[in-house]
């Protein structure tokens, strides 16, 4: 700890980030700064910080493609939808799972294709040729196999260049199957500056062709959507657990331990409630344009959090037995969290955090490190906009550059005999006038302690050089940084697949990541990182007859 305190008094914020650009060439540096940002006080306004802009050619960002964020984050997740990756074999070798997402296919009958890599294999000749053909086989190869419900196309990078028209094939597919959706995804991984603009793609998509399919009516009292959630590490499962027990019914996550018929209902819950702001703030307005769906912000990342995400919900509802209920759960679950949160306390108290993952993670995760005492020094994003920085209100401020204007924005209007508004005006006015906030995101940066430094897009130099300069306890982001961390002797934990843990969200993840960040934290392992002549180099020796 002593040794921490030191190298922070050694190193200003602002001499970290001129240590940070100086590596830089000056067109390089002048860009990066922009995305480097010391957070100061500022008179009633958060500092602004330049996010979702394309990475200099030649830095190893951290970011993955479009494809990946369509194919891998939103539909990753859906077990009975058979994934086509359009492509070559390399990029279908990302269309086997690889998130560590669950799924609960244990129902009689249910289908789970979330084990498959199914890919067209495109070769030389289709390339020059045009790979329709080699996809309509594709897909009817897959329908006779499986018989699935839906089938989904996703394009990849040559896809694109060539111009095979994917959503061609698909509506030509559908209408011969009859009882079977087939719809394309137009995501070549340069479609955008990042995953962003795949998870963009893919709710445009499931929003227009699944979501508004089966208008059956669910049973259960106070129906929410869990919108932005993907079960990584059966996070779904603990926040589906809390709520089980809340006597709240989840109609539809999106979409972790999601199928497609929840995807075709969520169209009748009453209220949407949206974890990962970034990747699905789209669906969630859409949904309350064509059905009248209000939504809120929630947080299922830390105990505290959890607690008040629940009584959030209860509060829109306002019903007395669903508040007495939250209540009782909250009352039930908090003294073990309590308990383990205050022995692991006495051991993380005061070490420090590093977190540069995903485009809402950096933000929840640094409230369990709050619980346990630690300090965040620094964060950042991989593929958020400005508003996850600075909050939902900077929304009207943003520029909307040639990389945003290639993904599609759908026009969404209120359904003619389906819309519905779920409360009436006065109601939500009163919540309002309570401090109630819909369609609100508060971002990063006003959460975030004075004097700490926040980055967009960290690269793998600035990583290395970040962890040399502040050398944090421990260090938060995916599998491409995992090593090169630990050989620097910090732990890391990986926050996109959790390495093998989890579930970190509701009150047992909770429970569980207090206690794997002590045994990370505290591990004389990092210790031995170095060989003794490599922490001290001078040898002496002497020879036996002396
Ligand atoms: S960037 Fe293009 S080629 Fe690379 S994995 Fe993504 S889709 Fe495939």
């Known amino acids: 700890m002593a040794k921490t305190k030191h190298r922070l008094v050694k190193w200003e914020p602002t001499a970290i980030k001129e240590e940070l650009l100086s590596k830089y060439p000056p067109k390089v540096a002048r860009k990066r700064a922009k995305q480097i940002l010391i957070n100061e006080a500022q008179e009633n306004e958060t500092p602004e910080i330049q996010a979702n802009v394309r990475t200099i050619p030649g830095i190893i960002t951290m970011r993955g493609c479009t494809y990946a964020g369509c194919k891998g984050v939103i539909l990753g997740p859906t077990r009975d939808i058979v994934n086509i990756t359009h492509g070559p074999i390399g990029c279908g070798f990302y269309s086997w799972l690889t998130r560590r997402n669950q799924t609960d296919a244990t129902a009689e009958g249910a289908e789970n294709y979330m084990p498959y890599c199914f890919s067209t294999d495109m070769q030389d000749q289709d390339i020059i040729f045009g790979g329709e053909k080699k996809l309509e086989k594709a897909i009817q190869e897959a329908y006779d196999t499986f018989h ?77 959507n869990l919108l932005g959630e993907y079960n990584i590490g059966g996070d779904g499962f603990e926040i589906d657990r809390i709520l089980k027990k809340c006597g709240i019914s989840n109609i539809a996550t999106f979409s972790g331990n999601s199928t497609y018929d929840q995807f075709a209902s969520a169209h009748v819950a009453d209220l949407n409630c949206v974890m990962c702001h970034r990747s699905i703030n789209y669906v969630a307005d859409m949904l309350e344009t064509k059905f009248g769906i209000p939504w809120i912000k929630v947080n299922f990342i830390g105990a505290e959090a959890t607690a008040k995400s629940l009584r959030k919900i209860a509060q829109y509802f306002g019903d007395k037995k669903l508040i007495e209920k939250v209540e009782a759960v909250i009352a039930e679950e908090m003294p073990l969290v309590d308990a383990v949160r205050d022995d692991v306390r006495t051991r993380t108290e005061g070490k420090t955090a590093m977190l540069f993952v995903g485009g809402s993670r950096a933000h929840h995760y640094q409230e369990l490190f709050a619980e346990i005492g630690m300090k965040t020094l620094s964060a950042g994003y991989e593929f958020a906009h400005r508003d996850d920085y600075e909050g939902r209100e900077v929304i009207p401020d943003l520029k909307v550059d040639a990389d945003s204007r290639n993904i599609e924005e759908i026009e969404v209007n209120a ?123 001078e040898l002496s020796a002497t020879y036996v007859w002396e």
Request: charged share 25%.
């Open 148 to 224: 699935p419900k839906a089938i989904a196309i996703f394009a990849t990078c040559p896809v694109g260049l060539i111009g095979d028209d994917i959503h061609a094939v698909a509506k030509k597919m559908k209408e011969k199957f009859g009882d079977c959706n087939v719809f394309a995804f137009s995501c070549e991984g340069y479609k955008g500056v990042s995953q962003s603009a795949g998870h963009h793609i893919a709710n445009n998509q499931i929003f227009k062709h699944v979501v508004g399919e089966n208008d059956a009516d669910k049973p259960g009292e106070y129906k929410i």
């Open 415 to 537: 359904d003619p005999e389906r819309y519905s508004p779920r409360k009436p005006a006065e109601e939500i006015a009163k919540l309002e006038a309570a401090g109630y906030k819909f369609k609100h995101y508060d971002g990063m940066i006003p959460e975030m302690d004075k004097g700490t430094i926040v980055i967009d897009d960290l690269n793998q130099y600035e990583a290395e050089k970040l962890v040399e300069l502040l050398h944090p306890d421990i260090f938060c982001a995916g599998i491409k940084e995992k090593f090169s961390i630990q050989k620097l002797g910090v732990p890391m934990k990986q926050l996109h697949s959790y390495d093998s843990g989890g579930p970190y969200a509701g009150f047992s993840g909770a429970i569980n990541f207090y206690k794997e960040i002590d045994r990370l934290v505290n591990s004389r392992v990092w210790s031995y990182m170095k060989a003794p002549w490599q922490e001290n180099p």
